[in-house]
């Protein structure tokens, strides 16, 4: 069975250090993975997504993530966190097989940035 | 409007009522996805339309549960003799097309079972 796992409920970092949020995933095949965030009273908002190609994905708001495929992890990164990145940030994959999102989430990580 | 809309942001309703959840997805997309998130929870899959079909429905919990989406654009999530179990927000999203791509969210609705 599928599954995504989010080790860290939360996350807390200082604005302007950088910050990584941490995803590992099983799947039986090759894995489509994303990164969504949610802030309070908004819907999800996609990251962004690994599907083939370069490990280094880079995303909307400078975040980047980086497809590790011996360790089955996707772990989010930016360089300098700024405090409106505070937010519930998942991790979700899919497989290139199924042929549609049919997203498996994690539980999610709440990133908290202090001043 | 230009993303996911979904009706009513709020339900709160008796245990044993019905209730209607309606999904107006982005103009154009044929994919149309409902997932349900508890409290702490990532969200979980709960059905799949490509067009007016459920292509995948292996999400629903139980035959309480139905979606419809008779037209291909606007989806209504149908829950029967609801449950305190049932409360959760109910998220609806849509991409573009057949196969694997960003799918885009709307802001889900509160479902509140007492």
């Known amino acids: 069975a599928q599954s995504v796992a989010q080790p860290e409920d939360q996350v807390n970092v200082a604005e302007g250090n950088p910050l990584t949020v941490k995803c590992t995933y099983s799947?039986?095949?090759?894995?489509?993975l994303f990164w969504y965030v949610q802030y309070p009273n908004r819907g999800l908002q996609f990251l962004l997504k690994?599907?083939?190609?370069?490990?280094l994905v880079k995303g909307s708001y400078g975040f980047e993530a980086e497809f590790n495929k011996s360790q089955t992890s996707f772990h989010l990164k930016k360089p300098s966190a700024l405090v409106s990145d505070s937010a519930l940030y998942f991790c979700?994959?899919?497989?290139?097989?199924?042929?549609?999102?049919?997203?498996?989430f994690g539980a999610g990580t709440r990133l908290a940035v202090h001043p | 409007g230009a993303g996911v809309s979904q009706t009513p942001s709020n339900k709160v309703t008796e245990k044993g009522k019905y209730v209607e959840l309606r999904c107006d997805p982005i103009?154009?997309?044929?994919?149309l996805y409902w997932y349900r998130q508890s409290l702490g929870q990532g969200p979980e899959f709960l059905i799949y339309?490509?067009?007016?079909?459920?292509?995948?429905d292996s999400g629903l919990p139980n035959d309480r549960f139905f979606a419809v989406r008779p037209e291909g654009s606007v989806s209504t999530l149908k829950i029967q003799r609801t449950e305190r179990g049932d409360s959760a927000v109910y998220l609806c999203?849509?991409?573009?097309?057949?196969?694997?791509?960003?799918?885009?969210f709307g802001q889900g609705t509160r479902l509140t079972v007492v």
């Open positions: 690994y599907i083939t190609g370069d490990n």
């Open positions: 339309f490509q067009g007016t079909g459920a292509a995948d």
């Open positions: 799947v039986s095949g090759n894995p489509y």
């Open positions: 103009s154009g997309h044929t994919a």
């Open positions: 979700a994959v899919t497989l290139l097989s199924g042929g549609y999102n049919k997203l498996i």
């Open positions: 999203a849509s991409s573009p097309g057949q196969g694997v791509t960003e799918a885009f």
